[in-house]
């Protein structure tokens, strides 16, 4: 697990160094790297247990909202959006970190219901805590970040057993609260990205420009790349974002398709490796805290590179440990360490065992 995402971490900085000699990114994202590699060390030697109290998972959800609400509140716009706490030398992003706080929180809450799942009230408290964060985040605006939270959400629900009726009436609610969005709640610029999307050539110099340059950018690969440091979309500058929204597409254009293979087994041995570590769980909060991440991850890995594909609209979202930036290397790093240091008294997985603890057998 921590080689798959430290090889990740070597891609990204390769693909970054490559667009400009002594790239000021670099070693900025190369000590993140560093210091997200200590957390990891550091919180796999934590005994994670404490986080199964109510108290403990809803006082961590709740500190973590205060940054969020003073960036809507009191917070200065950042490339259009209030999402990060700009402290000179470095830029924070509270979100990263919310997304660990409401999977401690979800699958606490989950840990001891999941038997209970087909009673609606459920859905709805935990769809609350989640609404929460979700609307903090599309103040700011970020649409990206307010749809791995839904992710997130919708991941958990999924792994504690909804039924199919309330998933219908989930994706009913979720349909009309984008009706809602689009007539009230998004910006003109999200509208047209959204619209560009059905129609990739509707304003190709305009709001539909960076999807097109992805575009072309990830085709010129072709099978095996042109090279590291001959990426032309990038090292022209006609990619935008290339360090963070659009990395993936500046990894493809000099990788190709080879290329892109190599990144998706690396996230695949990530994900099977914590989904192995989920089964080993000593108990259903371990279980759904590494489900969690699971979905966190995947849903910023399957939406970046959609993103960058064009076949989802742009969202400007980050993917994992490959983009720029330190708040969210730290966070899942962060996050994998937990994971490691619950695997230090997970439990042998057995089939019969796994079936009676999730039909009720353990009280957890």
């Not at 934590?46 to 940054?67: E, H, K, N, Q, T």
């Not at 103040?139 to 057993?161: E, T």
């Not at 990739?200 to 072709?222: E, I, K």
Request: aromatic residues 14%; proline residues 2%; contains cysteine.
């Amino acid at each position: 697990m921590f080689g798959a995402a430290l090889a990740l971490c070597v891609l990204g900085l390769v693909t970054m160094s490559s667009f400009q000699s002594r790239d000021p990114y670099v070693i900025r994202q190369l000590i993140w790297i560093i210091i997200g590699v200590l957390v990891f060390f550091g919180a796999s030697q934590v005994d994670w247990r404490f986080l199964r109290r109510s108290g403990v998972a809803a006082g961590i959800y709740g500190a973590l909202l205060l940054p969020l609400i003073f960036l809507v509140v009191a917070g200065h716009a950042i490339l259009g959006a209030k999402s990060w706490f700009d402290l000179g030398l470095l830029a924070f992003q509270p979100t990263d970190f919310v997304n660990l706080a409401l999977i401690i929180l979800l699958a606490k809450y989950f840990s001891r219901r999941h038997i209970e799942i087909a009673n609606f009230r459920h859905i709805i408290i935990s769809g609350g805590y989640a609404v929460v964060v979700f609307v903090l985040i599309l103040l700011q605006p970020d649409f990206g970040a307010a749809v791995i939270i839904f992710c997130i959400w919708l991941g958990m629900v999924l792994c504690s057993g909804l039924s199919r009726t309330h998933l219908l009436l989930i994706l009913t609610v979720g349909a009309l609260a984008f009706l809602g969005l689009w007539l009230f709640g998004f910006h003109d610029y999200q509208k047209q990205r959204i619209l560009n999307f059905v129609n990739p050539t509707r304003d190709l110099h305009g709001t539909g420009y960076n999807a097109y340059q992805s575009t072309v950018a990830v085709g010129s690969g072709q099978l095996s790349g042109k090279g590291i440091g001959y990426g032309t979309q990038s090292k022209l500058r006609f990619l935008p974002e290339y360090q963070t929204d659009f990395i993936f597409a500046a990894y493809a254009e000099e990788w190709g398709f080879v290329g892109i293979i190599l990144v998706f087994a690396l996230y695949g041995i990530l994900f099977w490796r914590i989904l192995r570590a989920a089964m080993r769980g000593a108990s259903n909060f371990e279980v759904l805290f590494a489900l969690g991440v699971l979905c966190y991850l995947a849903a910023h890995m399957v939406l970046h590179a959609g993103i960058n594909l064009g076949v989802l609209p742009v969202t400007g979202t980050t993917i994992p440990f490959m983009s720029y930036g330190g708040s969210h290397v730290v966070a899942e790093f962060l996050a994998l360490g937990i994971i490691s240091g619950m695997s230090a008294y997970s439990r042998v997985a057995h089939p019969q065992a796994l079936a009676r603890d999730w039909s009720g057998g353990y009280d957890r």
